[in-house]
């Protein structure tokens, strides 16, 4: 059975930094594609950012280009995102996911994800 545990959401002024981590268990994340989504009261789920399963190909969504970065580590099976440079209107509850197929290209489409984690909530205020 696999499953998603985020950590390390939090409150913070704008301006800083937090940095958000997924635990995977029953699976190793080392053939499948990942990404981190985020939904604020009263909107839709939205994409943040992917990676493909070798990490050689990142999207990010355009509102955090530059200021936060994906990443995988295969040896602990975890996947990260560092957040920089905070605003408050990045202020939702963040969730990882992962594509349940093997060597799947990375999408920015949340119905292509299989797996989700419980989220974490992040609190940006100004």
């Known amino acids: 059975q696999v499953q998603l545990v985020e950590s390390g959401g939090g409150s913070v002024q704008a301006g800083d930094s937090l940095r958000l981590s997924c635990l995977v268990s029953g699976r190793s994340l080392t053939s499948y594609a990942m990404a981190w989504f985020r939904q604020a009261p009263g909107k839709e789920r939205e994409f943040v950012a992917t990676?493909?399963?070798?990490?050689?190909?990142?999207y990010y969504a355009d509102s955090v280009q530059g200021r936060f970065t994906i990443s995988k580590d295969v040896s602990k099976n975890t996947m990260a995102l560092q957040m920089n440079s905070l605003k408050p209107e990045d202020t939702a509850v963040y969730y990882c996911?992962?594509?349940?197929?093997?060597?799947?290209?990375?999408?920015?489409?949340?119905?292509?994800?299989?797996?989700w984690g419980q989220g974490t909530q992040v609190t940006v205020s100004s």
């Open positions: 990676l493909n399963w070798s990490s050689s190909r990142v």
């Open positions: 996911a992962m594509i349940g197929r093997a060597w799947y290209e990375p999408t920015r489409d949340v119905s292509e994800y299989d797996y």
